[in-house]
């Protein structure tokens, strides 16, 4: 090789190892402003969650475009041969008739009703708004309908709405699924996660909400590894970590959660018979409506690694980093050295 290749050859690679060394200082201050890091601090590990963990979000749209369509041609339902069980559904999707659908805004608002109670991933507060629009919009759309009703309430005289304006079920149905499963999108990638060399951090920004947490590896006590079957089969895995301050672990009531314990005072002339009956009777719905609060785990996509792939290397690296920073291995390197020392004095 002539000394023109040999200087060529090292003008490329002094331009590779500058190009490189540019690549990675940009990489790392787009990770820095990123993840808010501290000076010094290198992320390790990102990780985001996968995208069929909130298949749930996406079955419950298309529940509600499910509902659309029945209501969409409720009369569909009926023939020669249907039974009671297919009269009452429609009965109860004609209530209300042409002037507002309330049989529609009733099955939606039980849906909204369940959704909520279940306390699942598509319980949360923008979920439940969407469903309440959802369930409503008739009434928005169809206000006039609603006046009229009333108005019949105080007068036998049967007048049309004012506006004669209908709710679409199809065209409605597409565009509030469509919509919802767009938002469904952007909430899935609002999620940021990171291991750096100092700590954990738990990153999302959806719409106008923002959240950022950063975990000390010295305060982690336990990651807790949650697989669904339906994970199992994807690929995927929920890991929480837990802190001694707390973090990770909710309180909730559990036991009944409505009614009241009935009043049966004792009378003077009760029989023994009698007394008995109600102290049996209040034992009984004092158990029936028994609450207590216990702390448990339930994974919150803002501050745990929901619904991930590449679950194991990602615990193989919390479970290192944690090891690193514990005070245990702190004081262990500290004898180290206080005996290297000794024995250089010697």
Known sequence: MSDEEIQADEVANTETEAAEKSAKASNDEAMKNRFKLIEGEEVLLTKSPSPVGFMGMYVLGLIVFGVHMLFWKPDSLLNDNSGGVAKFVVWVMELGGSKLPFGFVLVMATITWFNRMMNTSTSGKWVTVWLLLATFLPVLIQIDGLIALVRDMFSDADVEPFLGLKYNFLVSGLVLTLAFWALVFYYQRSFDYAITSNAVIFKHAFLLSRA???????????????????????????????????????????????????????????????????????????????????????????????????????????????????????????????????????
């Open 212 to 346: 950022h947490r950063r975990i000390l590896f010295d305060r982690i006590s336990e990651v807790q590894v949650e697989r669904t079957p339906f994970g199992t089969m994807t690929g995927f895995a929920t890991l929480t970590i837990l802190t001694d301050s707390g973090v990770g672990i909710v309180e909730e009531s559990v036991g009944g959660s409505v009614g009241i314990s009935p009043n049966l005072p004792e009378k003077e002339n009760d029989t023994s018979v009698e007394k008995a009956g109600k102290s049996l009777l209040k034992s009984f719905f004092a158990l029936m409506f028994y609450q207590r609060t216990i702390r448990t785990v339930r994974p919150d996509p803002k501050h745990c690694f929901y619904k991930i792939r590449g679950w194991e290397d990602t615990k193989t690296l919390l479970n290192e980093m944690h090891k690193k920073h514990s005070q245990s291995t702190k004081l262990d390197n500290l004898a180290d050295i206080l005996t290297q020392q000794n024995e250089g004095q010697e």
